[in-house]
């Protein structure tokens, strides 16, 4: 299972929305079609079926998408500030998003502390 770091995806995240706990409330009401960086991350996670299932057990999918969303929008803002060609920006971070949920995707799912075999 994803750890709670590992959940927030990063620190930055975490205290991003302990600042500021009112808009992340509003962003959980984020649907598919309202922002493109959203609509990667939720459509993506379907491509990973083990980390979908932990989030699905741990009751937290939407928040983990607000999470992802965070973390697109803050690369966007560090790959702007760097020497990076513009039209380069959203194919790397969404490359970088995606290794992020290729690692969690291999982590062995566990339930009440024994490991869930699947063929997922």
């Known amino acids: 299972m994803i750890s709670k770091d590992q959940f927030y995806i990063n620190s930055q995240i975490q205290e991003q929305i302990e600042k500021d706990p009112d808009t992340f409330m509003f962003n959980m009401s984020l649907t598919e079609g309202e922002h493109p960086y959203y609509d990667f991350a939720s459509m ?3 491509n990973f079926p083990k980390l979908l299932l932990m989030l699905n057990l741990m009751d937290k999918k939407q928040e983990f998408l607000i999470h ?13 500030k ?31 502390g024994e490991i869930f075999h699947s063929n997922i």
């Open 44 to 46: 993506e996670l379907e």
């Open 82 to 112: 760097s020497d990076f060609p513009i039209h380069s920006i959203s194919e790397i971070m969404f490359k970088d998003l995606l290794n992020i949920y290729h690692s969690y995707n291999i982590l062995p799912i566990t339930i009440d």
């Open 68 to 80: 992802s969303y965070y973390y697109l929008n803050n690369q966007e803002r560090f790959y702007r």
